[in-house]
């Protein structure tokens, strides 16, 4: 099928399977993370704070993480990344299985793994295009590690909310450590043949400093992590708080709040199989807009659901609009960043998204402390469609100037 055809390549194909499991794992310790914590609290602001700690490094280290991966054997990164990450997950499976429920120690393993985080993604993105010896499946193969990403997304709450429901939240925990073992037997597998670079004699704030003049320089590629950043600032965050959706206001249980983290995961998959379908990148700028419109409509809805189908429908639109609002920014500059500058790129796709959620969390979760979820998640639907419809008038105001000068151009 011409969904799968970068699983062609043995490189992504061991890549795909390995990080398959792993995000299970991760899905899952995430959800029992967000559940622990406002089980034992229940504080909407403590949710917000270990979002936030989760996800800052990457606003701080994020263009740093582009310059060293630019500046070192990228295969050797992602091992050092994930080994690092399994050895978090251990130390909070035996945390929780000891029943140290420590709320600063919680806190402070999430910070770690924001640090570890900063460094993989961007280093796993930038290594996409060794994986793929035909780089014309490079956006297929994009799509299909978002596909990946959305079935944990779906399949990791799912799993956790048995489990936390049958057994506790040691077992997810210990699940997530053992997810790091096949996705670690896969990276010893694969034979890439990672071009390692030559040992620059710049500093790396010179490299930072390079790597932002080449993103501000290009109005394309600014314009869109601008998007994104408004996105990840006020709209994502909106998730931080279906906790309380399903607890309080919906009256459920960890599983349903396992059923959030589910619906907008097979949403996400949606947009993934339909992104993965494209034969080309030319649209890429209108399925962004179109998406972010939809996201912020979508968050909307949830906002005032009256009930809990309802809810979950809309969720399921909110992941559909923002994987592909998410992911046609990161074909976008995996496509069009040159190939000295993609890591440098990428970190800041990575800051604008990752790095802008942990604020946003904060945010949110002060928000919905002052005048209730329901409104703060409205806010947010409401500033989503603000920002595209400014970011399409932006697009639309440029390609007139553009216009204008390629007649002035002909007239010469």
Known sequence: MNVFRSLKYRNFKLFFYGQSISLIGTWMQKTAVSWLVYRLTGSALLLGIVGFVS?????????????????????????????????????????IFFKIYNIPAIIGLSLLQGIVNAFDVTCRQSLMVDMVDDKADLPNAIALNSTMTNLARIAGPAIAGIVLSAFGEDVCFFGNFLSYVPVLACLFMMKLNTIVPIRSEKSIWTELQEGFRYVSGDSDLSSMILMLTASSLFVIPFNTLMPIFAKDIFNGDAKTFSWFESAAGLGSVISAVYLANLKSSKNLVKIMSAASLIFGISVLMVAYAGKLPFALTFMVFTGVGMMAQTSAINTYIQTHAIPSMRARAISYYVMAYQGMIPVGSLMAGWLANEVGPRRAVCVEGIIGVLATALFVLYKRKQAALDGVDGKAALAK
């Open 55 to 95: 996800l800052i490094p990457s606003l701080i280290l994020a263009p740093y993480a582009g310059s060293i991966v630019d500046r070192h054997n990228r295969y050797r990164i992602l091992v050092i990344t994930q080994v690092v990450s399994m050895l978090q997950a251990a130390a909070f499976a035996f945390m």
